[in-house]
């Protein structure tokens, strides 16, 4: 009977080291499966703070960027066809720092949740598997992994719609440099165009300065044979035949005179558009920005009556000047100075004029209603 007792003794004793060893064992485990949840813990509220709450709504005004698609024509269009490029653009992709899901230490808890539990705390059986209880729905693990798969889902559709209408844009920027470029031929012969319009004018100036020199001459001329003829009169019995032949010269200077009167008043016209551009403006406020767009640099200026006078002339016949001139804007301690512009395109029958922003020169952000001034 002793020996049978030292036998179980001697059982039970390695029995109890085994178990010690699969504890020991165990207890490392649950350490580690603890600290792995603690990290995925930790790691999922810090996504939270990176994926965004909602998508952004569509804004009830979309954005507008009309493109002149009039034929180039011999004639002022006052009021051209467009086409507005950014009538399918999504705005809404633009707008930035959406609210996160910003988890706290209450999404925390409820990411240790992974069953379900009835009002009285107790795990509810699934019915679709027995033996298993719910782990999806409110108040569980699930639900907050739920949600960060479908804001992710939401998000990745956002990227690619994104993706695709950053291709489209190239698209279209690419056509719109293809158009800009085949205006630029053109330009340019019209250009030399108008360079030899001018040499041309130049040398009418100088033909109608030397004819009226001519017709000068033929004004004294015609002054010395009408002294001549007076004293003919009174030997017209002695040199009838010479006074006869000086009545026909008389009467051949007289046509010539007047070709020569009709051809100086036939260049005597003015010639349309041919007035110089302006190289500077009176000192003063001259007008004030009516558009500012100061991610491609550029400003629509509503210049008053006089400053459109004095930069094109009082028929608006004058080429528009590529002048500078300054900005500032009205503050509480008085003017503040803004930057510069040079002026670029001016619209036809109107006083506004599209002008550039020079970056060197900005202090602040160009707004609508900056007052445009000269120095």
């Known amino acids: 009977m002793n020996k049978v007792l030292h036998a179980l003794v001697y059982v039970i004793l390695a029995v109890s080291g085994v178990a010690l060893f699969f504890e020991m064992n165990l207890f490392d485990k649950k350490a580690l499966l603890a600290d792995r949840n603690r990290q995925l813990e930790d790691y999922l509220i810090k996504v939270s703070f990176f994926i965004e709450k909602t998508d952004a709504a569509k804004p009830a005004t979309l954005p ?8 180039v024509e011999a004639k002022e269009v006052e009021v051209p066809e467009t086409e507005n490029l950014l ?22 808890i409820q990411m240790r949740k992974l069953y379900k539990l009835d009002g009285e705390g107790k795990r509810i059986p699934d019915p679709a598997n027995p ?24 998000q990745q559709t956002t990227l690619n719609r994104t993706r695709a209408e950053l291709s489209s844009l190239r698209s279209r920027l690419e056509t719109l440099v293809a158009d800009y470029n085949k205006l630029k031929p053109p330009a340019r012969a019209d250009k030399i165009l108008i360079e030899e319009l001018k040499a041309k004018i130049a040398q009418l100036e100088s033909d109608k300065a030397n004819l009226e020199e001519q017709v000068k001459k033929l ?53 349309a558009g041919s007035g110089a551009a302006v190289t500077s403006l009176s000192a ?11 991610k491609y640099m550029f400003a629509i200026v509503e210049f008053d009556d ?31 100075y803004v930057g510069r512009i040079r002026l670029r395109q001016a619209v036809a029958g109107k006083n506004f004029v599209v002008a550039d922003i020079l970056g060197d020169w900005q202090q602040l952000p160009a707004e609508a209603g900056d007052v445009v001034f000269s120095e």
């Open 131 to 154: 033996g298993d209880f719910v782990k999806k729905g409110p108040d569980t693990a699930a639900e907050l992994l739920d949600v960060v798969i479908t804001r992710a889902k939401d």
């Open 284 to 294: 003063g406020n001259k007008g004030k920005l009516v558009e500012a767009n100061n």
């Open 87 to 108: 009538e399918d653009y999504p705005v809404q992709f633009e707008e930035a720092n959406r609210e996160t899901l910003n988890w706290d230490d209450k999404e925390r």
């Open 306 to 336: 006089d400053a459109i006078k004095e930069l094109l002339g009082p028929e608006r016949q004058n080429a528009l000047p590529f002048l500078e001139l300054g900005l500032r804007r009205k503050g509480a301690d008085g003017d503040v």
């Open 219 to 271: 004004k004294g001329q015609i002054e010395d044979l009408n002294a001549e003829v007076t004293s003919l009169k009174d030997e017209v019995t002695q040199a009838k035949e010479e006074t006869e032949g000086v009545k026909e010269d008389l009467a051949k200077s007289q046509k010539l005179v007047e070709q020569l009167k009709k051809l100086i008043q036939q260049n005597q016209r003015p010639a």
């Open 64 to 71: 507008e960027a009309k493109k002149d698609i009039s034929p």
